[in-house]
């Protein structure tokens, strides 16, 4: 997996800050697809080597997934036990379909995370990368959403001001916007809206473009409980809290991903005229 950018070494960062539970976290695991001696879990469905998405760049016309290239695109997982059965199962088919994409324009890869295992992927460029990463993983605990989101977006945004106020630590580095794509069931064990206000709010003190961060919800079934929850983080937060819009949601429902769901999930977080379309 290729770390070769600047930009990835900060996932590297991402990853030790994910390990920490009220005390100095330990050194970070190697990546996922490097561990061989996993035991067997939920199985991922079964994907050839060679699995390519449906996706088929528009001929002749500008492709919106060009976009991609400015980004760096970071996927943060649910693997809390109400993700079991099915949905794990629909929550592996959405993310090989969109992660093969996302990596095609992501020239030093895609990053994934999960909200309770401590597995992680890099730099991710291949679909079997992304199956490896899930093999063995079983789904259980709660659903810490806005404590692994508080730790993402912290992170981000203290290098983003940093560079802002040229005192970036170490060597210098480009921070590209994020995209960043959380895949759940909708169902969080804490709140994330204050973790998300209070980015917002930091992005609007900065003054940075509306553009500089963008969250995307891809809800995995069709609890309307769950769905009203995700709403409410689209849709409310904005008005509510006098702060910019950096929140779309998306549902799956477990069929085939067509071209305009996958526009969707991968760039409704960072382009306000895909997010007013609605779902």
Not at 27 to 43: L, V
Not at 89 to 98: G, L, P, Q, T
Not at 246 to 273: H, S, W
Request: proline residues 8%; contains cysteine.
């Amino acid at each position: 997996m290729s770390t070769a950018s600047s930009s990835k070494r900060s996932s590297k960062l991402f990853s030790r800050l994910l390990g920490r539970s009220g005390r100095a976290a330990s050194p970070p695991p190697p990546p996922p697809s490097y561990d061989t001696s996993a035991s067997p879990g939920t199985a991922v469905p079964p994907m050839a080597k060679d699995f390519r998405s449906s996706y088929v760049a528009p001929r002749g016309d500008e492709d919106p997934l060009e976009l991609l290239k400015e980004y760096d695109t970071v996927f943060l997982v649910d693997d809390s036990g109400s993700m079991g059965g099915s949905r794990w199962k629909e929550a592996c088919k959405a993310i090989m379909e969109v992660a093969d994409i996302a990596a095609r324009y992501d020239e030093d890869g895609i990053d994934v995370y999960f909200l309770n295992s401590k597995r992680y992927g890099v730099g991710l460029s291949t679909t079997s990368q992304v199956a490896e990463l899930f093999r063995s993983l079983e789904p259980k605990g709660m659903t810490p959403t806005a404590a692994r989101l508080d730790v993402l977006l912290r992170e981000y945004m203290g290098r983003l001001e940093a560079q802002n106020a040229g005192s970036t630590p170490g060597e210098a580095e480009e921070v590209k916007p994020i995209n960043l794509i959380v895949i759940t069931d909708g169902a969080p064990s804490d709140d994330p809206a204050s973790v998300i206000v209070a980015a917002a709010k930091r992005l609007d003190k900065g003054e940075y473009p509306l553009s500089q961060v963008g969250i995307q919800f891809l809800q995995i079934g069709n609890d309307p409980n769950a769905a009203a929850a995700l709403e409410e983080l689209d849709d409310e937060l904005g008005p509510k809290h006098g702060i910019r819009d950096i929140v779309d949601t998306v549902p799956f429902k477990g069929k085939a991903m067509n071209a305009e769901l996958i526009i969707k999930t991968l760039l409704g977080g960072i382009n306000r005229r895909l997010d007013k379309r609605g779902n």
